[in-house]
């Protein structure tokens, strides 16, 4: 089967859904198939320092890649992501569909401007059937669903099948447009996430964020609540990836037990994983899914997380993991305390998320996609 997967943020810089499509690229050409990705794309040079200048470090493209445009900044969701506007990207999706000759093409949030649009537009042109995948969920309700909502309805409509990542992706789709979803996560490579077991090499008191300084992850409560760990537990280390150091703002009190690395590959991920005794997952607003917790869970990382949707779903409180009340230091503080002083504990959460992460296995995840493709008349 040629399978073509669309993902509209730029893949120049980290974001949940081209990982999420670069992982299932992957694991589809391990399956037999022929893939290609499409995406915009800023290339590492002075215009997109300019137009980027607080999204960190510029990824290169693989080949594999089939760029569709330039991207520019914007707040979404209380993150900051690349998208492109320019009305050429709508010509170059077109034509790296028409030279790839897809059987299906996988959109991953096609509602999303310009790419997704382009292509959904590009693949009913060419008489492809098209599947979408939507991975974010807005508390709120979703203000770009109701300014666009003419323009989103007919994009909607023209898919033949739609995928959510969780139930909390789904339901903000249809609170505006209706529809039904078929639920397909999102996916851990176990064997990248495999570490040692034993704990042997875990630092006993180092805690593990990962994630953008963005108001919704909740760093600054963590940051609050680290400083009063801090007064029972002094040795206690926090480590920050993903986040800036520029745009992490440190009390004196605490700079000292507080390495900030920024973005770092997968490899140095793992690595922080398998070194930490705790991943802390302070989000304040609901979450669609939260890969990051899966990933721990595979590493056998003890995951402490808001008692938030999204991340409900993946966590049992008490069982795979902990959940604490959002936005509260101090309750979290003392979440915190518990699990870096009670090593059976944290054991035990490791074991049980270990097994747990199984459930999210790419190899898995990719067959019930495959399954997807065919249910819409992919051939091959």
């Not at 669903?145 to 969780?166: E, G, K, M």
């Not at 903000?172 to 570490?195: A, Q």
């Not at 801090?230 to 745009?247: C, N, T, W």
């Amino acid at each position: 089967m040629r399978v073509c997967v669309v993902s509209p943020y730029s893949w120049a810089f980290p974001n949940g859904v081209p990982k999420h499509v670069s992982l299932l690229s992957d694991h589809l050409k391990q399956r037999g198939h022929e893939v290609a990705v499409i995406s915009p794309d800023d290339p590492p040079d002075r215009i997109t320092r300019l137009l980027h200048p607080r999204l960190g470090n510029v990824r290169p493209l693989p080949g594999r890649i089939s760029p569709v445009g330039r991207t520019l900044s914007l707040y979404s969701n209380g993150t900051l992501i690349g998208i492109a506007l320019s009305p050429r990207v709508f010509t170059a999706t077109r034509r790296a569909m028409e030279r790839f000759r897809p059987d299906v093409v996988h959109v991953h949030e096609p509602l999303v401007p310009l790419a997704g649009w382009a292509a959904v537009r590009a693949a009913k042109g060419l008489g492809v059937p098209v599947v979408g995948t939507f991975h974010a969920h807005y508390p709120d309700g979703c203000a770009h669903y109701r300014y666009f909502d003419r323009i989103l309805a007919p994009v909607y409509r023209s898919l033949d099948a739609r995928v959510a990542v969780s139930a909390m992706a789904a339901k903000t789709v249809v609170r505006h447009f209706g529809g039904e979803f078929r639920i397909v996560p999102n996916g851990v490579d176990l064997e990248r996430f495999s570490c040692p077991q034993g704990g042997g090499a875990r630092n006993r008191r180092e805690i593990l964020f990962v994630g953008r300084s963005a108001p919704r992850k909740g760093l600054p409560v963590l940051l609050d609540a680290f400083e009063r760990l801090l007064g029972d537990l002094p040795q206690a280390r926090l480590v920050i990836v993903g986040s800036q150091r520029k745009e992490v703002p440190l009390p004196e009190s605490v700079s000292r037990n507080v390495e900030v690395r920024g973005m770092v590959s997968e490899g140095e991920l793992v690595r922080a994983m398998c070194s930490a005794s705790v991943l802390c997952a302070p989000s304040v607003r609901a979450e669609s899914f939260g890969m990051v917790l899966i990933e721990a869970m595979a590493a056998g990382l003890p995951v402490l997380a808001s008692d938030i949707p999204g991340y409900d779903s993946v966590v049992s409180h008490g069982k795979n993991g902990l959940l604490s009340p959002p936005g509260d230091p101090e309750a979290l503080k003392d979440a915190l305390l518990g699990l870096l002083g009670d090593p059976a504990l944290r054991e035990r959460l490791a074991a049980e998320g270990r097994r747990d992460a199984r459930r999210y296995a790419w190899a898995t995840l990719a067959g019930e996609l495959e399954s997807v493709y065919r249910s819409v008349g992919a051939a091959g």
